[in-house]
């Protein structure tokens, strides 16, 4: 089992809905939590990133942390097709001054006209 | 401020031909990766480097080699490719050593093709 689990997809939905991405993880030692997104054929770019739990909110996207069921999701209010792509989560642990990501395997997301 | 970049962002190799691939940071970032994107399995580590003149193994080290001997730069080796190795390689940056602003900061990709 991956230390960090990630539905692949694809999620497809309607422009306007409200978009829910989620992961869980087994790490307990992980404190710091971002997630990515990646355009086709590009490098993934940092979303949002947040260190504990509880929600925050930039724009349309909200993270969520629960670290005591290690879940943590994205959410995407009034969803774009300009918001397809792939979502990956990734998680930092402190291991002796070195932070080292895991990575999710990535869900893609389509949202259609 | 051009960020990550990687040379070439495409290659076509025949088995048994090796190759080096370039990564190049200008945010003064100790901390270097490389990674590999294959459908289906998500980003895996390669090998990182935590500051110039070091190197460490990753997820899925086996066939490849790393040098850092300046810190803006991380090159991947391939030095006898094989069909597995046909992948999309990423390299990314960041501080490493502050936490909660280590996030990566990643180039857009070398597409590699073993034949």
């Known amino acids: 089992q991956k230390e960090v689990e990630q539905d692949p997809g694809p999620l497809s939905v309607p422009e306007g809905a409200i978009v829910s991405l989620n992961c869980t993880y087994s790490?307990?030692?992980?404190?710091?939590f971002m997630w990515y997104r990646q355009y086709s054929r590009k490098g993934p770019e940092l979303l949002m990133y947040?260190?504990?739990?509880g929600n925050k909110e930039d724009g349309r996207f909200t993270a969520q942390v629960d670290k005591s069921s290690k879940y943590i999701s994205l959410f995407i209010r009034d969803s774009q097709p300009s918001d397809s792509a792939t979502y990956l989560c990734?998680?930092?642990?402190?291991?002796?001054?070195?932070?080292?990501?895991?990575f999710g395997r990535g869900t893609s997301l389509i949202v259609h006209p | 401020n051009a960020g990550v970049t990687q040379t070439p962002k495409f290659r076509v190799l025949k088995t048994g031909q090796s190759m080096t691939l370039l990564c190049a940071q200008d945010?003064?970032?100790?901390?270097m990766y490389w990674y590999r994107q294959d459908p289906g399995m998500g980003l895996r580590l390669i090998h990182y480097?935590?500051?110039?003149?070091?190197?460490a193994k990753g997820e899925v080290p086996d066939g490849y080699n790393v040098s850092r001997l300046k810190k803006q730069n991380f090159l991947l080796g391939l030095e006898s490719a094989a069909p597995s190795q046909t992948s999309v390689y990423f390299c990314?940056?960041?501080?490493?050593?502050?936490?909660?602003?280590?996030?990566?900061?990643f180039g857009n990709g070398t597409r590699l093709t073993v034949t």
């Open positions: 990314a940056s960041s501080y490493g050593d502050r936490g909660f602003n280590s996030p990566l900061h």
């Open positions: 790490n307990s030692a992980f404190q710091y």
């Open positions: 947040t260190y504990s739990s």
């Open positions: 990734a998680m930092l642990s402190q291991t002796g001054g070195s932070y080292i990501p895991t």
């Open positions: 945010m003064n970032h100790e901390y």
């Open positions: 480097s935590v500051g110039e003149g070091t190197t």
